[in-house]
């Protein structure tokens, strides 16, 4: 019924929402003229009250074309995703990630929504819930702006008592938001600062700890482990890009704007006399710049030439910027998108290191040597960034510390995700050559249109496609022939009672990677040790998980829930692929007009989802996704650590290594 994805008609479909929209802007849902815009209202500001930018976001009427065709195109990618019949039950400790899939999008396909936000928000709201930050819709018409509340929180122990307390560094963190948000407070007449470091008794009636699991099961997503998701909840240290920072966390930074304020009881400092306090949020706006309805519209939310896909056997520019040289195709990459990365704030200079670092790195590694003078820290923000400085940066810090003669070496995993093969890099470079292969065995799924996809890839000869066989070793560590069809046969796959076959199991082929590998293992691995608050996603996950499961590495993780389960990794699928990716391999086959393939979206967003699983070493029939591995170590933060990355490395490395 839907098979339009030609261009004509998707632009005369977009020009005619824009009309739509234009005009809806400027009335109420019974066709009445309204005498105000309320995109117009807030236009060119940097921030807002947020429900001045909620009123301008459900200023567009829902419509039943745009449903119909996002639904199609959704229900369609769906139909890759490797983890879709886990969710008919969900094993424990993840139980809570319980949904049927099929049926919720059905729901969707038969509400009635008064708007387009309703409507976005809903199958927003469904996918985030999935806790598989691999797995989500993101409607960029909808992103655009970011709640802010003056009174991030962090679950701390004091004096030998846990609780919740406003984050002691607010001024130092706030006053990075500058004085467009800080006077707005000042207008308001709220004080925020006097809430400092202040015990924190209840927020909105419940017991604080219960608020935050609230937010965690309802709002945060992106990881199958509530304890994880809770870390979620609060403030926290992290690298963006390659600069310190720290996040407002999914309480006091949501990214929707749909609620004006918060109530607090707290204790402030210096005093004994518990409050009651509603403090306001006042919302960031980040998308592209409007003028009203009309232009809001246009500029963010109709689809953009990097919305959908792209044919590579024809698109030699795209295809040359997605290769990178002696590789056979774009990097497979598995990271979480945290919206919050693109508003990122800074971590207060006073709380960042004071230590020299060993190398001279600007990428997203800072490596260190603390005052014991035998422990190096490597801070690993992310596994992404710049593939090849990763590698240098590695080498660098490594030959750094050998030549000071540090003997013990501790990871900051702390907020991370990335490149796969960096992943599998990194425990090769810890490991040695000798060890052998650094990742896990793989599959994606065997449905109809991906049998197509890859025949039609050795059919053509594509060398340069997420699904080509080059990318991809057999187990045994040999490489794919391009002419090996590894997804049919298929194998078998029952989860849940519904069968669910896949390809044969394969490894990444991610070698040779830039730089020299060593044979043996620079450091009795004995010696190496892993720290962080969870919050480890993605070739995170896989990362801690293959360290853990080759060599017992000895893990720490800091925060979460107090008597709550906490374990050391986020999602651990295998590879993302960002619609716009799976599109460009449909195309790139020839399939984009086979009937099972989704359609084009038409709207400015992304329906992204988990492709390969990765399987256990430790139970092959489970992937690591599903695999529950706890920390051997587990502290609370405390004043002291949770915004200062050298106090928290030097209290633990007294722990795990003294």
């Known amino acids: 019924m839907f098979g339009f994805s030609g261009p004509v008609f998707a632009r005369g479909l977009v020009l005619a929402l824009i009309l739509s929209s234009a005009v809806s802007a400027h009335k109420d849902h019974t066709g009445e003229k309204t005498s105000t815009d309320p995109c117009k209202k807030i236009s060119g500001k940097l921030f807002v009250p947020p429900a001045d930018a909620l ?29 879709e019949d886990y969710y008919l039950n969900s094993p424990a400790p993840f139980q809570d990630s319980t949904t049927n899939i099929r049926a919720e999008l059905a729901r969707i396909g038969t509400t009635k929504y008064a708007t387009d936000y309703d409507f976005n928000r809903d199958l927003y709201n469904f996918a985030n819930q999935l806790n598989d930050g691999h797995t989500a819709w993101y409607p960029n018409c909808y992103n655009t702006f970011q709640n802010f509340l003056p009174a991030p929180v962090v679950m701390l122990n004091m004096n030998g008592t846990d609780g919740v307390y406003v984050i002691p560094d607010l001024i130092e963190f ?15 007449k709220f004080n925020w ?93 980040y998308g592209n710049k409007f003028t009203d309805g009309a232009t809001f519209w246009l500029n963010n939310c109709i689809a953009t030439s990097d919305t959908n896909g792209v044919d590579l056997r024809t698109q030699q520019s795209a295809m040359v910027s997605n290769m990178v040289p002696v590789r056979r195709s774009p990097l497979p990459r598995g990271v979480i998108n945290d919206f919050t990365r693109a508003k990122a704030f800074g971590l207060p200079p006073n709380f960042q290191p004071n230590l020299p670092q060993v190398n001279e790195s600007a990428g997203v590694i800072k490596s260190y040597i603390l005052p014991d003078g035998k422990t190096g820290v490597m801070f ?43 992943g599998e890099f990194l425990h090769q470079y810890l490991a040695g050559s000798d060890f052998g292969y650094a990742g896990f065995q793989s599959t994606n799924r065997a449905n109809s249109l991906a049998v197509k996809i890859v025949a039609a890839n050795i059919k053509q000869n594509l060398t340069y ?22 997804i049919k046969p298929s194998l078998p796959l029952v989860v849940n009672g519904v069968s669910n076959p896949t390809s044969q199991r394969y490894a990444d082929y991610c070698t040779p990677f830039d730089v020299p590998i060593p044979r043996k293992a620079p450091f009795d691995l004995k010696n190496v040790a892993i720290v962080s608050n969870g919050n480890c996603a993605s070739t995170c996950a896989m990362f801690s998980t293959v360290m853990n499961e080759r060599h017992n590495t000895k893990i720490a993780v800091f925060g979460g829930k107090p008597g709550d389960v906490l374990q050391f990794k986020g999602m651990a699928g295998n590879q993302v692929l960002e619609w716009s990716d799976l599109d460009t391999e449909i195309r790139t086959a020839g399939l984009k007009n086979d009937p099972l393939a989704p359609p084009d979206l038409l709207v400015n967003a992304n329906f992204r989802h988990n492709w390969r699983t990765a399987w256990s070493y430790l139970d092959e029939t489970t992937p690591i996704a599903y695999k529950s591995e706890l920390p051997k170590y587990r502290f609370a933060y405390t004043k002291d650590t ?15 290594f003294g």
């Not at 938001?177 to 000042?186: E, N, S």
């Not at 997420?466 to 187990?475: E, I």
């Not at 949770?642 to 795990?656: A, C, D, E, I, R």
């Open 55 to 83: 009123a301008c976001q459900k200023s567009f009427p829902f419509n039943e074309t745009l449903r119909t065709s996002v639904l199609q195109t959704v229900s369609r990618i769906f139909d890759f995703f490797t983890f």
């Open 193 to 285: 600062k006097r809430l400092a470091g202040a015990k924190v008794v209840s927020i909105e009636g419940m017991n604080p700890y219960d608020y935050i699991d609230l937010i965690a099961k309802n709002v945060s997503g992106n990881y199958l482990d509530r304890g994880v998701r809770a870390n979620s909840v609060v403030s926290s240290y992290r690298i963006v890009n390659t600069d310190f920072s720290q996040r407002f966390g999914d309480l006091a930074g949501p990214t929707f704007v749909d609620q004006n304020s918060l109530t607090f009881s707290v204790i402030p400092i210096n005093s004994t006399k518990v409050e009651t306090v509603e403090v306001p949020y006042y919302a960031g706006y």
């Open 174 to 188: 706030i006053d990075q938001l500058g004085t467009d948000f800080t006077d707005y407070f000042d207008t308001i």
């Open 380 to 422: 690993i923000g992310s596994f992404d960034g710049d593939y090849v400085q990763f590698q240098t940066d590695t080498v660098s810090a490594i030959q750094g510390f050998k030549k000071a003669g540090v003997s013990h070496v501790l990871l900051d995993l702390t907020n991370n995700g990335g490149y796969i093969c960096l």
């Open 465 to 486: 496609t997420y699904y080509s066989p080059l990318n991809y070793l057999f187990v045994n560590g040999t490489p794919i022939p391009e002419t090996y069809n590894y």
């Open 642 to 656: 949770y915004n200062n990355p050298q106090n928290l490395w030097t209290f633990v490395v007294s722990k795990l």
